[in-house]
């Protein structure tokens, strides 16, 4: 089975153009089923539990469709979109979590690797607003910096109350690490961190580009994916949310 990297706004769109095709060809349950499973199980970077989330939205939504005496429109009622959606973005920040963790543990493990920057990004969460956008060490930076510098990064460190890496990602403020956020850790060169400021490392590398999702962006998603399946499988109720 060919693998693809997963991304939610594709998986809902391929889930919600196999459902159709299903339906629309009179498949049984158990056929969808299995076809599902297949879909969700191409994703590898997905572990079990977050393709399991994803199955389970999807076969739920095709068997009210199936039952419904009107399968199109039951398809288009947006809690049908919802679930499925939700579900997918769900697996993608779950996902990303994980990634996140093994990104940074693998920095920590690099030799000389000592500080690091949090990224910056709009409407970050009240409890994390703070934290975002400053600079952290590695606890262990003591084994990892050279004789030469250690005064000076240890200076550095005191001067500027430098926090450990593994300290903000655990209680009480969770930082990267609780479920959602949109945080991550960039890992800096040392004499930059010590011959430059931390506001113009924050403003050259700190800020994320992309955006919060909306409900804007959902709505805008949903349009997309039955403009999509209204292209394949013209019909009125398709159109009519396609227009939305």
Known sequence: MEKTKFNYRRCTQRI??????????????QRISEGLRNIVNS????????????????????????TSPDWRKKLCERQSFDTIVTGCRVAQSRSSLRKKK???RASLREPGQIFFICSVHEKAAPDHKDWQGKIYVDRFWREKVPGSMF??????????????VQEIMGAPVYLITRPN??????????????????RSIREEIGYRKDLPWTEKDKAELRAQVFENLNRGYPCFQFKQVAKK
């Open 102 to 104: 093994a990104s940074i």
């Open 16 to 29: 919600f153009n196999y459902i159709t095709d299903s339906l629309e060809k009179g498949k049984s349950l």
């Open 151 to 164: 005064y000076s990064v240890l200076s550095y460190i005191k001067n500027h109350h430098i926090l450990t």
């Open 43 to 66: 994703y590898s970077d997905l572990n079990r539990n977050e393709r399991y989330r994803i199955y389970l939205d999807a076969y739920n939504t095709t068997r009210a469709a199936r």
């Open 181 to 198: 956020c949109k945080h991550y850790f960039i890992p800096l060169d040392t004499m930059s961190v010590l011959r430059r400021s931390e």
